[in-house]
């Protein structure tokens, strides 16, 4: 032990020195206001509830008043009863299953690819430059496009639904993996080596959780790009061994001109795209946030 | 015969690494090639201690970053050779750097489990370490729940914890290298006083030998048993000074000499 050291911290001074800390620990310590949860849920709930009630409310009066005729505009109630007719013969689960489970299996599909290509790209400068732009490119590139070419190539079959898919979700989630990488402070993978983290383990205990608010805000817009792919490719592409899907359910209600149909299906559309956004995605990339104290609003 | 004098050769290394942590001989530092290339250090000789403290004090751009890199295994010198007698050197920078994503106490894991250290003996470990740090009680928070000084103390435990992680074996504190960049420079002056009290406390009971960079002269007077000055572009050892042979008049002399420094950069 340096004996200077001893004078330097008598006993008294290491109490003083502990208590000092404990004080300015007490007094630097962020705050946290927590907002009780109902508070909370009605400030979230709420405003959505009361738009909705307005829009249907608009709506019917603008069905009264019989500006548009009968087979452009249907009374909400008209579109009620619709839907509540596939339910009553039970076709509503298998509509909602056809397209549920293959836009999960897609998605599925679309991250077990997207994962190691974003790494590779983000990792990889030749990667990067070779096919970096034709990622962000693809983004761009509305999957519908592909429809045609994928039903000439693989015909009316469930291949050319998963292609479609694939190809509006493959790209959101590499380019959001890349982002995530790309968004690293380097001081972590720094600190990570001078801790002694070397290739996989930098990249399990280092890279990938640090990327991990990117890589999940890009599965969120590949889920979207995903669900809408689908449906593009559902309604496209209609056929005996496809099945009937949300997409084919609105084709049809437009073959038969049944308005209250196409309405009740293009509801159903957008219930089950939120529906997942807010019960998988929300919840866990709050989760995410919250713990890195980037408050999500 | 030649078994005996390596042999002997052997003792003789021995004898004089048991003092020694670090030793630097002839190092130089150049960062790039042809015109574009910068001189960061030049001819550094030093030596330190096991258990010593050491300031290393220069302005801004003198190449202290550059020296701790060096010693950390980081950066390879371009001249000269680094050896370094302790379990691996750790590094706590001037930002804590703590991975948002993990507890206070998994941060103070974090090494031990890059190591390959079991669960148990890891967890046991970070709260002795908090506790050193007077932060028992805060290891489930995460670092966005701490103010600026308990992460700073999160990151020296983490450091602690790394530079006796080498091995399983290493009990209760084997004697590490910690390098210190300017790790106070980010807080408040109050803090900063505080913060400098408990790291002399600290390294008293746990017997590492701490190179500490800064460009404080009074923080390195106050802390430090031996302080190296640096010159800027080349870096190079300018004059040391043993701290307890000289009275307070030290940080004026000090500080006179790091002002003569400087100015002989004024074009
Ligand atoms: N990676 C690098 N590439 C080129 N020059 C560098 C690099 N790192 C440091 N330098 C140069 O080396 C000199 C010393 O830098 P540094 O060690 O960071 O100084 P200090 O920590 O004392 O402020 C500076 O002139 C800086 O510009
Ligand atoms: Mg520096």
Redesign the interface.
Known sequence: MPPELVERQGGSSTDDSAKALAGLDALDTPTVNRVPWWRRASSSVLPPVVALVLIVVIWQVVWASAVLPEFKLPAPMAVWDSFLTIVADGSIWSILWTSISRAFLGFAIALVIATPLGLLVAKVPVVRSAIGPLLSGLQSLPSVAWVPAAVLWFGLTDATIYFVVLLGSVPSIANGLVAGIDQIPPILPRVGRVLGARGLASARHVLLPAALPGYLAGCKQGWAFSWRSLMAAEIIAAGPALGIGLGAYLKNGSDFNDIAAVFSAVLLILVVGIGIELLVFRPLERRVLRARGLALS | MTTSIESEIEHARRGRTAHTAVELSGVGKTFGTGTGAVTALRGIDLRVAH?E?LCLLGASGCGKSTLLNLL?G?EEPTTGTVSVNTA?P??M?Q?A?L???LTAARNVE??L???GQGRGARRERARELLELV?LDGVGDK?????????RQRVSLA?ALA?AT?TDGSAQGGAPGLLLMDEPFAALDA??RD?LQ??L??VW?AT?TTVVFVTHDVREAVRLS?RVVLLSSRPGTVVREWSV?EHGPELHDEITGRLRQVITSHAA
């Not at chain 2, 995460?142 to 308990?150: F, I, N, W």
């Open positions: 258990g403290f950390s980081l691996r750790s590094f920078f930002e750097a991975m948002p994503w974090l090494p489990q890059l190591a007077r995460r670092p966005h729940e701490l103010s600026g000084g308990m983490r790394a992680s109050i803090t505080v009290g408990e002399l406390r008293e017997g048993q307890d």
